[in-house]
């Protein structure tokens, strides 16, 4: 339970912050006057409304960990 509350709760803030300031070297300036906080305020309105990405991104730190640790378990199996 613990390990589901940090990665969803770094999906909700760290990796909103990681998208932006990556998009910020590769792309250039967000659009939103609001910098990464308005990223972050953008990704949770998403949530709220039920935007499939915005639920991705949030939910893919817990995913892809979850997913490596059933690949690490039926590869000590065989």
Do not use: C, H, N
Not at 17 to 44: F, K, M, N, T
Not at 46 to 59: E, K, Q, R, T
């Amino acid at each position: 339970m613990v390990l589901a509350i940090t990665l969803i709760a770094f999906g909700l803030v760290g990796l909103p912050i990681a998208v932006y300031w990556v998009g910020q070297v590769v792309i250039g300036e967000y659009e939103s006057d609001g910098g990464a906080g308005g990223l972050v305020g953008a990704v949770w309105d998403g949530l709220g409304s039920g935007s499939a990405p915005a639920w991705i991104l949030v939910l893919s730190p817990y995913v892809v960990i979850q997913l490596f640790r059933a690949a690490l378990a039926v590869a000590r199996k065989r």
